[in-house]
């Protein structure tokens, strides 16, 4: 169901950023409305009872009077977006939405499970208690790990993955959940991806951006969604279909923190972080050190400060 979200600013910018320009057919805000904001039309909430097909999200951190007011001119199916955890997400990062945490498998499986796909899942062996064979029973699945175990077909280091395959073996879809943290030299792992991905392909990886230290010591890094970017790069022959987070976690430094930062909050973290993608061209002998900063960022450019 399309948004219509109640507060054209801070909040509703966030809210906005939060479920995605797509999801938004409107705002409504009082001091605002026959205007435009982040694009979209701006109306005047005294028109809200026409917009009963639409779910009313309130965007503004003192909702009382707001709710108070649809439920005046008879709307109480409206939604409140603000909450003091919604305080830790303030900038404006990508929330995964084709392929987030909770629906990623389904997604591949809908696109994968069908007789003569091959798939590849890095990283399959049950550890967690997640078993992904099953998703794809109409289809040829292999299940790589570095130990043998439930659901592993082939051990091997992914660091090396395409050794562990004749030069024919090509997939239509590669995927792994958490594993990327634990590669000591996670730059090697989209080359050897690349190797073995047909040419439309797809690519799904996801692994932490914040999260607690486990499977010490082989716990090496944390992603964002410009890290999977840039480890899947267009010099490497992919396009990025979705990259972005998931699970977004309220957050404070504890007791034993430094004093100027006790119990203070930490802004901005998610639990999980994804990249969607799809090999669009073979790239031979491909090599870090002959890739430019500029053909990996994307256009971007390193803040500037305002101070």
Not at 162 to 187: N, R, T
Not at 193 to 215: P, Q
Request: a negative charge; hydrophobic letters at 40%.
């Amino acid at each position: 169901m399309k948004k219509i979200l109640y507060g054209a600013g801070h909040w509703g910018k966030i809210a906005f950023n939060y479920y995605g320009q797509d999801e938004i057919y409107a705002f409504a805000d009082k001091n605002q409305f026959g205007k435009e904001y982040l694009g979209k039309q701006v109306l005047n909430p005294l028109d809200l009872k026409v917009y009963q097909d639409y779910e009313i999200v309130v965007c503004i951190k003192h909702y009382e009077p707001v709710t108070f007011f649809l439920e005046s001119i008879g709307i109480d199916n409206y939604k409140i977006f603000y909450h003091k955890d919604i305080e830790y997400l303030t900038h404006d990062v990508p929330m995964s939405k084709i392929a987030n945490h909770a629906n990623f498998i389904s997604y591949l499986s809908e696109i994968g499970n069908k007789k003569g796909m091959k798939i590849l899942e890095i990283g399959s062996r049950v550890v967690t208690g997640s078993n992904f064979r099953s998703y794809f029973s109409n289809a040829e699945y292999i299940g790589f790990d570095i130990y043998e175990g439930e659901n592993v077909d082939i051990v091997g280091d992914a660091h090396k993955l395409s050794k562990y395959f004749d030069s024919s073996m090509k997939f239509d879809i590669i995927f792994s959940h958490a594993v990327f943290e634990h590669l000591a030299m996670p730059w090697l792992l989209p080359i050897e991806i690349s190797k073995l991905l047909n040419i439309g392909g797809i690519v799904f990886v996801e692994t932490h951006f914040s999260f607690s230290s486990h499977e010490r010591p082989w716990h090496f890094y944390q992603f964002s969604d410009m890290a999977l970017r840039t480890l899947f790069n267009s010099s490497l022959g992919f396009e990025c279909i979705e990259a972005g987070f998931s699970n977004p976690i309220a957050g404070r430094f504890s007791e034993f923190a430094d004093d100027y930062l006790k119990n203070t909050p930490v802004n901005d973290l998610y639990c999980h972080c994804g990249y969607l993608g799809r090999k669009v061209n073979d790239v031979v002998d491909f090599d870090w050190n002959e890739v430019s900063l500029e053909d990996i960022v994307e256009n971007t450019m390193y803040p500037i400060s305002n101070s």
